[in-house]
T-cell receptor
Framework: DVKVTQSSRYLVKRTGEKVFLECVQDMDHENMFWYRQDPGLGLRLIYFSYDVKMKEKGDIPEGYSVSREKKERFSLILESASTNQTSMYLC?????????????FGSGTRLTVV | AQTVTQSQPEMSVQEAETVTLSCTYDTSESNYYLFWYKQPPSRQMILVIRQEAYKQQNATENRFSVNFQKAAKSFSLKISDSQLGDTAMYFCAWAAGGTSYGKLTFGQGTILTVHP
């Protein structure tokens, strides 16, 4: 069963901490995405990557960075966590030309920053 | 920039009845895809149905069908014979076609509750 795995289902971190959210896919997909989900706002794209070591900013990149050293792994980094980054984070992957081939999502990480 | 709008924050329906969720979008692209995703309490996003913009025929998947009005930029989801397991958050989403990276743009979501 193909999947996208997010390392943590729930996380609680303190303000100012550096936070790493990990995502691993086993489908040899080229594209990987990080979304943030908030009530009333839907899912908003933070960053995406279309190849190893390649990354592009999404719609709300401020306060975040990403790393993709291997094809299967895409990490989201909160450099200095703040309370307004409390949210649900969803990772997704797709093959090149994702619209025609579909997307696979992880189960999400609910992050609380206190 | 592309936008997707779901104007119904919450909907409810009785079991076995039919419900329609609304979605409008704005784009200047001619080649794109539209999706409906379901997110149950487990949080796992599940693809419900997909529509290719160049296809005139509305997509159907068992009890789920869409009304795709390209000129009006409307993409509604109809759920027939609603079941308790259909209770979930539903998201409408758009992605460019061709050789793009396939970034999804989502609507705000509609919470659907199916009552017994």
């Amino acid at each position: 069963d193909v999947k996208v795995t997010q390392s943590s289902r729930y996380l609680v971190k303190r303000t100012g901490e550096k936070v790493f959210l990990e995502c691993v896919q086993d489908m040899d997909h080229e594209n990987m995405f990080w979304y943030r989900q908030d009530p009333g706002l839907g899912l908003r794209l933070i960053y995406f990557s279309y190849d190893v070591k390649m990354k592009e900013k999404g719609d709300i990149p401020e306060g975040y960075s990403v790393s993709r050293e291997k094809k299967e792994r895409f990490s989201l980094i909160l450099e200095s966590a703040s309370t307004n980054q409390t949210s649900m984070y969803l990772c997704a992957s797709s093959s090149r030309g994702g619209g025609s081939r579909g997307y696979t999502f992880g189960s999400g990480t609910r992050l609380t920053v206190v | 920039a592309q936008t997707v709008t779901q104007s119904q924050p919450e909907m409810s329906v009785q079991e076995a009845e039919t419900v329609t969720l609304s979605c409008t979008y704005d784009t200047s692209e001619s080649n794109y895809y539209l999706f409906w995703y379901k997110q149950p309490p487990s949080r796992q996003m599940i693809l419900v149905i997909r529509q290719e913009a160049y296809k005139q025929q509305n997509a159907t998947e068992n009890r789920f069908s869409v009304n795709f009005q390209k000129a009006a930029k409307s993409f509604s989801l109809k759920i027939s014979d609603s079941q308790l397991g259909d209770t979930a958050m539903y998201f409408c989403a758009w992605a460019a076609g061709g050789t793009s990276y396939g970034k999804l743009t989502f609507g705000q979501g509609t919470i659907l509750t199916v009552h017994p």
